[in-house]
C-alpha cells in the first residue's frame, strides 16, 4: 500500500457526493488520503463529474480505474462503490481480484448467492470489505446498542420498526433501474427499509424465522416492486418483532425502531424527517418515562417529505463516520464496524420477507 492511500470511486450518480466528500474531510483532518480516480459507465458523465470535482483521472469502466497506475507504478488502494445495485458484484469482484480494499453502498447485492460470493472473494483476496450502513454510527443508535451492552435494556425481548415515508413519481422515474426487480431488487425493503432492518438486527439479534407480506398501493403505474410490506421475524434468542415499511405515505412519518429489553426497559429511535439525526425519542427505564428526551417523535414546523438531494446531504456526516472507520481498519490491518457478513445479514431478512409472502408460507433460516 502507497502512504498516501488512493482512492476510486465507481459510479458518479447521487451517492458520489457523500463519498467525495467524506474522503476529502479525512484529508482536511491531516490524514493522508486523495481521491484520485472516478469511473462510470458513461464515460462522458465520468470525465463530466472528475473535472466539476476536481479529480484527476476518468474512466468508463471499473477495470480501467483498477488497471490505472502512477507515475510510481502503483494504483488505488481503495474503491467506492456507489453503482446500482445489481452491478455491485461484478464490481466488487474486479476489486478484490486487483488486490483493492472495498467499501459498497448498501445493499449488498439483491440476491443472496451474490451476497455471499462477494464476501467470499474478498476473504481469500485478503481485502477489507465493509458496507454502507451510516445510521449505525448516529449516537442515538449507539446509544441503544450500549443500553443493550451494559444490561439497562437486557436482552432484547421485542422489537418494532416503522418505516412510513414519502416518494413522488418522479423519484421512480428519474432513474431507468428504479423499482424493477431486475435493476432495483425491490422496492422499499430494498432501497429504504434495508437501512432500519439492519438497525433492528443489530440490537436483536440472529432472526431465525420471518412471515410478512408485500404489496403495492400507490405507486403501481411507476414501479413493479413493493411500495409496502408487513413482517413479523422470530430470533434465536425467543424475541419477536414486528416491520412495517412504506412509501406510499402523505405526509411521511418518517422512522421509529423500538427496543423492549429483559429488564422491562424500552427505548425507541426516530428518525424525522428522513435524513436527520437519529434521535432518541422514549426512554423508558425503571419507574419513569421519558418520553422525548432527543426531541418529540414529530418536531411541529418541519417539512415531512424530503427529496433525495436532501437526504443525501443531510447524511454526510454519517458518510464521514463509517469512511473514517473503514479508512482505520485498511490502514490498521482491522476489521470494519459493517462488514460484508453484517450486510448480507440484513439482505437475508429482506429477501425473506419476499419469499415468505410469496409463498404464504414463513421462511425459517
Known amino acids: 500500500m502507497t502512504a498516501a492511500l488512493r482512492i476510486g470511486i465507481a459510479g458518479g450518480g447521487a451517492i458520489f457526493r457523500n463519498h467525495l466528500e467524506a474522503y476529502r474531510a479525512l484529508a482536511d483532518a491531516g490524514q493522508d488520503v486523495e481521491v484520485v480516480a472516478l469511473c462510470d459507465i458513461d464515460a462522458e458523465r465520468a470525465g463530466q463529474v472528475a473535472v466539476a470535482n476536481g479529480i484527476e483521472h476518468a474512466f468508463g469502466s471499473a477495470a480501467e480505474m483498477l488497471a490505472w497506475r502512477g507515475a510510481d507504478g502503483l494504483g488505488i488502494d481503495v474503491i ?11 464490481v466488487v469482484t474486479e476489486a478484490a481480484t486487483a488486490g483493492v480494499h472495498v467499501l459498497c453502498e448498501k445493499p449488498i447485492a ?25 445510521r449505525r454510527f448516529w449516537p442515538a443508535a449507539q446509544r441503544i446498542r450500549a443500553a443493550i451492552d451494559d444490561g439497562t435494556l437486557g436482552t432484547p425481548i421485542l422489537g418494532h420498526c416503522s418505516v412510513l415515508l414519502h416518494r413522488e413519481p418522479e423519484y421512480y422515474s428519474a432513474t431507468a433501474w428504479r ?11 430494498m432501497t429504504q427499509g434495508i437501512h432500519y432492518i439492519d438497525l433492528l438486527q443489530w440490537y436483536m439479534g440472529e432472526v431465525v424465522e420471518v412471515h410478512g407480506h408485500v404489496a403495492t398501493y400507490v405507486h403501481g403505474e411507476h414501479i413493479e416492486v413493493e411500495d409496502s410490506a408487513v413482517a413479523t421475524l422470530r430470533f434465536a434468542s425467543g424475541a419477536l418483532a414486528t416491520l ?27 428518525e424525522f424527517p428522513e435524513g436527520t439525526d437519529g434521535r432518541v425519542d422514549v426512554w423508558a427505564a425503571g419507574e419513569r418515562v421519558a418520553t422525548a428526551p432527543d426531541g418529540p417523535t414529530w418536531p411541529s414546523g418541519l417539512e415531512p417529505n424530503v427529496d433525495l438531494a436532501t437526504i443525501n446531504g443531510a447524511l454526510i456526516p454519517w458518510h464521514r463516520a ?40 414463513p421462511v425459517r433460516f
Open 110 to 134: 439483491i440476491d443472496l448467492a451474490a451476497a455471499e460470493r462477494m464476501v467470499d472473494v474478498c476473504a481469500r483476496a485478503g481485502v477489507r470489505f465493509g458496507v454502507l450502513f451510516q
Open 80 to 90: 467506492s462503490v456507489c453503482t446500482p445495485h445489481p452491478t455491485h458484484e461484478a
Open 244 to 270: 412495517h415499511a412504506s412509501t406510499a405515505v402523505t405526509p411521511s412519518l418518517g422512522v421509529q425502531i423500538r427496543v423492549t429489553g429483559s429488564t422491562g426497559a424500552s427505548a425507541q429511535l426516530s
Open 179 to 189: 423499482g424493477t426487480w431486475a435493476s432495483d431488487g425491490g422496492g422499499v425493503l
Open 322 to 361: 463509517q469512511v473514517a472507520d473503514f479508512v482505520n481498519a485498511v490502514r490498521t490491518g482491522g476489521t470494519p464496524a459493517v462488514t460484508g457478513e453484517e450486510a448480507t445479514t440484513s439482505l437475508r431478512i429482506l429477501l425473506a420477507v419476499y419469499e415468505s409472502s410469496r409463498t404464504g408460507r
